[in-house]
């Protein structure tokens, strides 16, 4: 089943030491898509509040923001993603499917600022998205493994060349395209605006392929189609109650404080839910995920403000003065 465990002796917990470098490698590709939206994104929002003078402030905490950190944020994600069940993972990814649905539908007669603070929300869900999404398509894969690895690698190397691009943003973005004549620079200055429509390609893309994961791998744990109705008809209900509770919640002029309510009333309806559907294990993942729900949004508090302040105008980037 296991690649590299196939060309060794049948030790005992061999198999398991594999499942576990497989799910730590699996969270770390979540964690490094995670880490990639956030530094495009810290690009974007970087160049729109430099145009902006009323919010010069957010600018400098934008580009105070330590390496240090991320580098940590990247560490706490891949280990929240790996102890994670696929079951909740696929749960959480089939929930903010259908609330970025809702939101975008709600999100069709204003600005793309809430846009923007929905790829900021969907930080967990994108990682849950990604480690579902693996796990379904390298299922008894004969070299799974090493397909794992040479997938951490790449996202790693993305992850690596992200973060170097918002730095460089950071540090050199106004002094380059006042001067025009740094490559990098004059490309953001002319496409720069464009991020925030290339992430949601890139994302529609991600969460369909894992919602059909979500749904395989929901699926394959209930031996007659009763059992799965018992567990979808409850699932359904709450999954719509809880878009239609948080329909104000999910507005743009919405304050900080309504982020993390909303965080709570999510996963405390997934908790209530999975008591009486689930499994003991899911109630614990759902405790894990909550906690890396809202690591994710600490972390990305500074973004969350930008977004909110983000002028009610056409994404742009125009040059410094």
Not at 200 to 206: E, K
Not at 272 to 297: F, K, M, N, P, Y
């Amino acid at each position: 089943m296991f690649s590299l465990g196939s060309w060794l002796p049948a030790w005992p917990g061999l198999a398991w030491g594999w499942a576990l470098l497989d799910a730590l490698l699996q969270g770390l590709v979540g964690a490094c898509a995670v880490s990639v939206l956030c530094s495009l994104l810290k690009v974007y929002l970087y160049i729109q509040c430099l145009n902006d003078p009323a919010r010069q402030e957010l600018k400098a905490a934008i580009g105070a923001q330590r390496r240090a950190l991320e580098l940590l944020q990247v560490l706490v994600l891949t280990g929240v993603l790996a102890l994670v069940g696929s079951r909740v993972a696929a749960l959480v990814v089939l929930e903010f499917s259908l609330r970025a649905v809702s939101a975008l539908l709600s999100l069709s007669k204003v600005s793309g600022a809430g846009e923007t603070e929905l790829l900021l929300l969907c930080q967990y869900s994108l990682g849950c998205g990604v480690s579902c999404g693996l796990s379904f398509l390298l299922e008894g894969a004969p070299h799974g493994t090493s397909n794992l690895a040479l997938a951490a690698g790449l996202a790693g190397l993305l992850a690596v060349h992200a973060r170097r691009l918002a730095l460089h943003t950071c540090s050199l973005y106004e002094l380059h395209s006042r001067q025009s004549y740094c490559g990098v620079c004059m490309l953001l200055l002319t496409a720069g605006h464009r991020i925030p429509r290339l992430l949601r390609r890139a994302l529609v893309i991600t969460f369909t392929v894992a919602d059909l994961a979500a749904v395989s791998l929901i699926n394959r744990d209930f031996l007659s189609t009763a059992e799965a109705v018992r567990f979808w008809t409850p699932l359904t209900i709450c999954y719509t109650l809880l878009v239609i509770y948080m329909q104000e919640e999910q507005r743009p002029s919405a304050g900080g404080q309504a982020v993390f309510q909303t965080v709570l009333v999510r996963m405390g309806g997934l908790f209530i839910l999975l008591l009486t559907v689930g499994r003991w294990a899911d109630i614990l993942h759902v405790l894990l995920s909550l906690l890396g729900e809202l690591w994710c949004l600490l972390r990305a508090g500074v973004l969350l403000e930008a977004c909110r302040r983000q002028v009610s105008a056409p994404d742009s980037a125009p040059r410094p003065r």
